[in-house]
């Protein structure tokens, strides 16, 4: 029996003893965080599967695990020789994992889900579903507790202060903009789990969990008090010493003590279904009155304020010094990388700036048939060596004292075919005429999202991971609530806002492409008709020359490429050695 398989076994044993018949692992955290610690990394743990998103259900006789597109191949890789199934979601003939549970388990079952790591609105979901169907859902205890040997303890990394000149507001401030708000909803408490917002608002920066600067922690605010929940080993004595002026800390266990202190006649509690965990909800006392919405703090720190804005300038200014580097290196040294090796060499560049703290995620380098794997990871038995002729992904960011970078180029190396030439200037289209758009105020990203695909789907290609992303300020390199996808989101862009526009195609087994550059929203100009919003692009990096097939660009698109390797140039090489500025000067001549 393997590995998977005897996990297997151990958690049926839990499930047959506690008469639960089908059990869902959501792989997420008590915060519903994307990316978890790797205490929390259940999903990868039972079944194999490393990527990002993806949900696990596990009966009596099956286990399965759905994933959407993005890792589709990596999924059907990694589930080999196990007995998981593969559910590819939005394919013919595929139901979800709630619609699977409702039309193939029997009457009478208990569908069981762990209750500190499934949020409010995924029960309901699972509620709303089973109407009818006569099951019994019950929320459990971490049960990974029992049948995971040598599980990772809860992390306390040490937590650091922001700067005062990158944070526009200080976090007494940001607090009482919340009590505001909470005022009009007619509330006087808001819980708030969401790591990446409880370290906005108190312009505090963790290591927690890899890649994403946050720490493990709870925040409630009242009208005159705010209390954190959260290990107190994370803050030094000077750290402790600032956060105490203006909140009280409790210990991360002692969240249920601080919810019963909300028992007070006439407290109403606001707080995000989509965030909260169904036991944290059940801890509340229950005679208090609530209010859901989207946490107050996510929409205000995705509209990013002067400070903010001007540290994501620099860091994207900093990070493009450091990719022109490296991409003058790589393609003049006549060494020979593999994708782990470039990557590092990368990370060597970007490290070469004291303002560096490290990478935004795990660095993707997809050479060949590795670029179809949208969020591929290369191991040092996958890595391919990069000879010969291919298309390299490479997908990477920075963390960096003044903010937070993602960015996306496609290299070749060799020679490039007809069809590859074509594939990159059809995504490279999507990319230019995305952020050259004006739009009015009140558009939502998905009302945007076909103009990055409309060049694909005129020869019938496309891509099933969305055009865009939030980006954080030295935090989450994926924020919400905004994007630009083609599912509604019903979240307008507003000037302040940092998004990504990244268009790619992916062709299994050969190769992958990929264009990514950052954007922020700008009040562009009003007229009659009214206030208009535009794209600062904040990505300093070439394009792959030798890919571009000029037949295919009308004079505008030839002249939006050129302006911005002109804006490239212009702004980089006065940071650069003069060897780097010659290969920069010929990467960005003129189409």
Same mark, same amino acid.
């Given at each position: ?70 890792? #589709? ?70 049960? #990974? ?20 000149? +990158?944070?526009? +507001?200080?976090? $007494?401030? $940001? ?30 920066? =963790? ?10 922690? +709870? ?17 030094? $004595? ?164 003044? =903010? ?89 862009? $507003? ?68 302006? +911005? ?27």
């Amino acid at each position: 029996m393997n590995t998977i398989e005897h996990r297997l076994e151990k958690l049926r044993k839990r499930m047959a003893k506690e008469h639960i018949d089908a059990w869902i692992i959501t792989g997420s955290d008590p915060h519903s965080s994307e990316y978890v610690c790797s205490r929390w990394q259940t999903r990868s743990w039972i079944s194999g599967f490393t990527g990002s998103a993806g949900t696990v259900v596990v009966t009596r006789d099956k286990a399965l695990l759905w994933v959407d597109s993005r890792y #589709f191949i990596q999924g059907e890789q990694q589930l080999r020789n196990t007995s998981f199934e593969l559910q590819k979601l939005d394919t013919p003939q595929v139901l979800d994992h709630v619609q699977w549970l409702a039309r193939t388990m029997e009457s009478g079952s208990v569908i069981g889900f762990e209750a500190s790591t499934c949020t409010v609105t995924a029960k309901r979901n699972l509620e709303r579903a089973f109407i009818g169907k006569r099951f019994e859902l019950v929320g459990t205890e971490d049960w #990974f507790d029992q049948i995971w040997e040598n599980r990772p303890e809860i992390p306390h990394e040490q937590v650091v202060e922001m700067e005062d000149t +990158y944070v526009g +507001y200080s976090r $007494k401030e $940001k607090i009482e903009l919340i009590r505001k708000e909470l005022a009009q909803q007619g509330c006087t408490h808001t819980i708030i789990a969401s790591l990446d917002d409880i370290a906005w608002i108190l312009n505090l920066r =963790g290591s927690d969990i890899e890649y994403n600067p946050v720490f493990l922690a +709870y925040l409630i605010i009242g009208p005159d008090s705010t209390v954190l929940c959260s290990d107190g080993r994370h803050f030094s $004595k000077e750290v402790y010493s600032s956060l105490s002026k203006d909140v009280s800390i409790l210990g991360y266990d002692e969240i249920d003590t601080a919810l019963k202190t909300l028992a007070s006649d006439g407290y109403r509690v606001y707080y995000s279904a989509d965030k909260i965990s169904v036991r944290l909800l059940e801890a509340l006392p229950k005679q208090v009155d609530t209010v859901e919405g989207r946490d107050i703090s996510t929409d205000l720190k995705s509209t990013k304020n002067k400070a903010e804005l001007e540290g994501m300038r620099r860091a994207h200014l900093l990070d493009g010094v450091a990719l022109v580097k490296f991409l003058a290196r790589v393609k003049t040294s006549g060494k020979t990388y593999n994708e782990i090796s470039l990557a590092e060499e990368l990370i060597r560049c970007r490290s070469e700036h004291p303002e560096y703290l490290g990478p935004s995620f795990s660095p993707i380098a997809a050479y060949r048939e590795h670029g179809a794997l949208a969020h591929y990871s290369a191991t040092e038995e996958s890595a391919h060596v990069l000879e010969g002729d291919g298309l390299l992904v490479l997908d990477t960011g920075g963390q960096y004292a003044s =903010g937070t970078t993602d960015i996306t180029r496609t290299l070749l190396f060799g020679t490039a075919s007809d069809e590859m030439k074509r594939d990159y200037t059809l995504v490279l289209k999507g990319t230019i005429t995305l952020a050259a758009q004006k739009f009015p105020k009140g558009t939502y990203g998905y009302q945007l999202d076909v103009l990055a695909r409309q060049f694909l789907w005129q020869q019938g290609l496309s891509f099933g991971h969305g055009t865009g992303h939030g980006l954080g300020f030295r935090l989450n390199v994926h924020e919400g609530p905004q994007n630009i996808s083609p599912r509604p989101t019903m979240v307008s862009l $507003k000037a302040g806002m940092v998004i990504s526009d990244e268009p790619g195609v992916y062709k299994e087994g050969r190769y992958g492409i990929r264009i990514e550059n950052i954007v922020a929203v700008k009040q562009a100009e009003t007229t009659e008709f009214g206030s208009f919003l535009a794209f600062e692009v904040l990505s300093f990096c070439p394009f792959e020359r030798d890919l571009i097939d000029k037949d295919l660009l009308a004079p505008n698109e030839i002249q939006m490429i050129d302006d +911005y390797h002109e804006t490239v140039r212009n702004t980089l090489s006065p940071y650069l050695d003069e060897k780097t500025r010659t290969w920069l000067k010929e990467a960005t001549a003129a189409l």
